[in-house]
């Protein structure tokens, strides 16, 4: 009976009604089977807490991947998976790698099966990116490929492309957004170090070359809006309007001193101090999806690129030259952002004509915590 009140509680937890209904099918034909099912695999395996639900759910889908034949189950594991907290990310990511263990048919079957799956729920949606040459290196871009006004999203130091993934789909539906990795983060990691803001301004206009644009809105996170601040000020032609969310205009002691500790300590120390620093502790205590990628990403940094990054702000002199910005200009800021405070953000309204917006609780790295309310202070700004 023990077993049995346990197994109801994780195969509920974990799936659902599906599960419930799954069980009661199998009991039609063999009540031994759904019996066993609930007992034995939920009650005894699945009700460990060596593994969490959503590791255990990745793990069940490489499996049945990998084994072919057992798409039934497949698809059943692929809605706990989701339901449990994977994300779509975790899922195609699964796919990518199974290719290099189990080949690729089995992978290219389980990627078909992960996006049927992801279409079916109302929860983060897939998004592709190609590959694309700058000058001196190669990147990733998310171009959502519309004859709309574009929108370019320049994201955080450490991050990559993917921190603007929920807020993408808000804005696509008026504008043509386009995402890419910095030199230095994502899957531009390794490339030629940035010498400071001045060659990442150089990318970004690379960039709307590349893709044929004139100008563009151009949004920009932490590092990605004292970037966005270079571009107004060195080719103010190329951009439509300027949104600076989370960033600064103004160096600081603590920027050279995150520099130091990376290359003293090692990216595995930087982890705790960023994290704290992006976002809020009952953010941290729920672990979901952004703080896990945030989390991975700053682990696998370069301590050089790390550095090139904290460098380039320490280094930063926009401060002095708000004044001459002429491109509509629009400050988003978060209410409990430790790193760039709302009374740091209102100094950007030195800018002329400069408008100001302030998001209610959210902490830095306000685009994987409050992607809805961000989107919405963005298309306020740039669309009227």
Not at 298 to 306: G, K, L, Q, S, T
């Amino acid at each position: 009976m023990k077993q049995e009140k346990i197994g109801w509680k994780e195969l509920v937890a974990i799936d659902g009604l599906r599960g419930e209904q799954t069980v009661a099918t199998v009991r039609e034909t063999s009540a031994l089977l759904a019996e066993n099912l609930v007992d034995h695999a939920f009650g005894s395996v699945f009700a460990q807490t060596t593994l969490s639900r959503r590791e255990r759910e990745l793990v069940t889908l490489g499996i049945l991947g990998a084994i072919g034949g057992a798409e039934p189950q497949l698809r059943i594991h692929l809605h706990a998976a989701l339901r449990v907290g994977a994300h779509p990310d975790e899922l195609v990511a699964l796919a990518e790698h199974m290719s290099v263990y189990a080949g690729y048919p089995r992978a290219l079957n389980l990627l078909r099966e992960v996006r049927e799956a992801v279409l079916a729920t109302e929860g983060p949606s897939l998004m592709t990116t190609r590959r694309l040459t700058l000058a001196d290196h190669q990147t990733r871009v998310f171009d959502s490929a519309s004859d709309k006004p574009a929108v370019i999203l320049v994201h955080a130091l450490g991050l990559d492309h993917r921190m603007w993934r929920e807020v993408i789909p808000l804005i696509a539906e008026r504008f043509r957004v386009i995402a890419y990795d910095l030199r230095g983060y994502g899957a531009a990691a390794g490339a030629p170090v940035a010498k400071g803001l001045s060659t990442h301004a150089d990318d970004l206009v690379a960039l709307l070359d590349s893709l044929q644009i004139d100008s563009a809105h151009v949004v920009g996170l932490s590092l990605g809006g004292s970037i966005a601040q270079q571009l107004a000020l060195s080719k103010p032609e190329r951009m439509q309007s300027l949104t600076v969310v989370a960033s600064t205009a103004w160096p600081f002691d603590a920027f050279t001193e995150r520099a130091g500790a990376a290359e003293r300590d090692g990216m595995d120390a930087q982890v705790i101090p960023s994290l704290t620093r992006w976002f809020r502790p009952e953010d941290l205590a729920q672990g979901g999806w952004s703080v896990r990628y945030a989390r991975d990403a700053v682990e696998r940094a370069f301590v050089a690129d790390w550095v090139a990054g904290w460098h380039a702000l320490a280094t930063i002199t926009t401060g002095e030259r708000l004044g001459q910005i002429r491109v509509p200009t629009y400050v988003i800021a978060g209410e409990r952002d430790a790193s760039t405070p709302p009374q740091l953000m209102k100094r950007m309204l030195e800018i002329p004509g400069a408008t100001y917006s302030e998001i209610a609780g959210a902490p830095h790295m306000v685009s994987l915590t409050h992607p809805q309310p961000l989107a919405e202070a963005i298309l306020r700004g740039i669309a009227g």
